[in-house]
């Protein structure tokens, strides 16, 4: 029953795509209205991921977790989206909701952290959704501090406000 991380094969990106989803959903539940959530749904959210991994595989990287053979988690990382050369973007760490507390997210943080400082970075950056308390915490147990730097995105018809953290590596 042990969780094991390898890299994502085009297979993977419509389960990616429904784990997606659902874990969205269950994360930001408590502070984003249902009908902001309800689109995109799972096939829409894995044609987001097959396109997205067809543009930037060769600089991008993703992991799946499996356990017992079934995805549970993925995290996603490539270059820093406001183009420092030293800095590797965290841009996406999902579980599936059953999996919340049981170190998934932890390996996925430790594989993708280990994967940046293979690529030369020596600086991690990552978003996170002001009012997500539960990843925020997460994130600042393992070693992330709020650069101070905000920015409203858009979730369906929602704005929501996104803290950046970064840490070294």
Known sequence: MTVT??????ADL????????RSRVAAYASFVPPEALAEP???????????????ERDDH???VAERDGR????????????????????????????????GTGRALMVDALDAMRSRGWS??????????????????????VRTGTARNEHLGPVVVPQLRYDRPL
């Open 5 to 10: 991380l390898r890299p994502a094969t085009a």
């Open 14 to 21: 419509m389960p990616v795509g429904a784990l997606h989803q």
């Open 41 to 55: 749904g799972p096939e829409a959210m894995g044609r987001y991921w097959a396109e997205r991994w067809g543009w």
């Open 61 to 63: 990287r993703m992991t």
């Open 71 to 102: 995805l549970v988690g993925f995290s996603y990382l490539g270059p820093d989206d406001e183009g420092d050369p030293a800095t590797g973007l965290l841009n996406a760490l999902h579980l599936n909701p059953a999996e919340r507390g049981r």
């Open 123 to 144: 600086r991690a950056v990552l978003w996170v959704l002001a009012s997500n308390a539960h990843a925020r915490r997460f994130y600042e147990r393992g070693g992330w």
